[in-house]
């Protein structure tokens, strides 16, 4: 089975700096998907970034950007010119090519300070 | 706004009293999802439908069922709650089953606490 691991449970940042989660997935297959999802505090977990692995670019969505390493199975969400509202839980997670069931990894519980 | 809603937000329940949670759709989405998020943990993947095609995870325990009574509403019962079934509860749609890169839209949750 696949599994995703996020070895860092929480990270802070200061506001305009740049900050990186890590993530690693384990997996047998050669076409997949990878997604980084934001879960703000009591509210519902929304898209941020997806990468299709057979892309050799690293996706970009304005100030989010992954370092996608394919071979070394390492996904990471950089994140510049952090906001206060980038503060929230960030999930990492798979999608095989051929079915919708999402692989989570545990959570990275991003602090954003002033 | 197309949207997936819970309700409710926060439940409380006792001990071995069933339970329904309750998740609606207007995307008109064919697939939903429920998963189980407990503190500190990866949301756990509970059972899903394709249109009215249950499909259940092997790990599931049969405390949980789910229906899915039209394509906008599908509802999490859990038969006897334990103390052990307390986490959020998250329903997520998605158009089809393998639509290339398209994620889940997830609800905002059920908080379930079990006294």
């Known amino acids: 089975a696949q599994t995703v691991t996020q070895s860092q449970p929480e990270m802070s940042v200061q506001e305009a700096e740049t900050v990186t989660l890590s993530c690693t997935y384990d997996t047998s297959e050669s076409d997949y998907y990878l997604f980084w999802y934001k879960q703000p505090p009591s509210r519902q977990m929304i898209l941020v970034i997806r990468?299709?692995?057979?892309?050799?670019q690293n996706a970009t969505e304005n100030r989010f950007s992954v370092n996608f390493q394919k071979a070394a199975k390492s996904f990471s969400l950089k994140i510049s010119d952090s906001q206060l509202g980038d503060a929230a839980m960030y999930f990492c997670a798979y999608r095989g090519y051929n079915f919708n069931k999402f692989y989570f990894g545990s959570g990275t519980k991003l602090n954003v300070k002033p | 706004d197309a949207m997936v809603i819970q309700n409710p937000r926060y439940q409380v329940t006792q001990f071995g009293k069933p339970v329904t949670l309750s998740c609606s759709q207007t995307l008109n989405h064919n697939v939903m999802y429920w998963y189980q998020q407990k503190s500190s943990q990866a949301p756990k993947l509970l059972f899903h439908?394709?249109?009215?095609?249950?499909?259940n995870e092997a790990d599931t325990p049969d405390n949980f069922q789910s229906r899915r009574p039209n394509t906008s509403f599908c509802f999490l019962d859990i038969r006897s709650p334990g103390l052990g079934d307390a986490a959020m509860y998250l329903c997520a749609t998605s158009r089809d089953l393998g639509t290339g890169a398209e994620g889940y839209t997830f609800g905002s949750g059920t908080r379930l606490t079990v006294v």
């Open positions: 990468q299709e692995a057979y892309k050799q």
């Open positions: 439908y394709y249109d009215k095609d249950f499909n």
